[in-house]
């Protein structure tokens, strides 16, 4: 099972921030906390990952809580591409190759 | 650069058939995955490999599912008897040693079982 929650889905005005919760409360130490999304009909795809300190690239930024069991994705502009399920996922305690997906956020983005 | 390829992108088959499905990783990297993804079930990891070589196959839903890295640009996932249960969507992804769970995700084969 996947050790994170996040709402079943959000919406958000096209030209507005996305602000995605996630909440991650048994986090462990060194575990990291990854997001991915997948558009409709496509394979997913890396958006950002961080420890503790926040993180920013030409996709989202990532606001981690100082306790670090929440986390908020942000994309600062959305557009109607960003429509998509947007994955939270923390992998187990730094092992390789699990990537647990959950359910996600549905993410529409309207006009 | 190109990113992971996926061959073929559609299948239908009927019910009994061998499925074969293909992936070629993005060139250099180390780590190659296989996923299914269902409706009822979500997106599941089957089966790794690091360095061409098996590590973790315990998502392999049965022996009808069987998956080979013959050399470092090549995958191979077998469906041998397909049943219409194995109907999904099959996702390859690579990574390279040292980048986490930074993985890259092909365009999926789409299989229908009939």
Known sequence: ?111 | DAGVIQSPRHEVTEMGQEVTLRCKPISGHDYLFWYRQTMMRGLELLIYFNNNVPIDDSGMPEDRFSAKMPNASFSTLKIQPSEPRDSAVYFCASRLAGAGETQYFGPGTRLLVL
């Open chain 1, 1 to 111: 099972d996947a050790k994170t929650t996040q709402p079943t889905s959000m919406d958000c005005a096209e030209g507005r921030a996305a602000n995605l919760p996630c909440n991650h409360s048994t986090i462990s130490g060194n575990e990291y906390v990854y997001w991915y999304r997948q558009i409709h009909s496509q394979g997913p795809q890396y958006i950002i990952h961080g420890l503790k300190n926040n993180e920013t690239n030409e996709m989202a930024s990532l606001i981690i809580t100082e306790d670090r069991k929440s986390s908020t994705l942000i994309l600062p502009h959305a557009t109607l591409r960003d429509t998509a399920v947007y994955y939270c996922i923390n992998p187990y305690g730094g092992s390789q190759g699990n990537l647990i997906f959950g359910k996600g956020t549905k993410l529409s983005v309207k006009p």
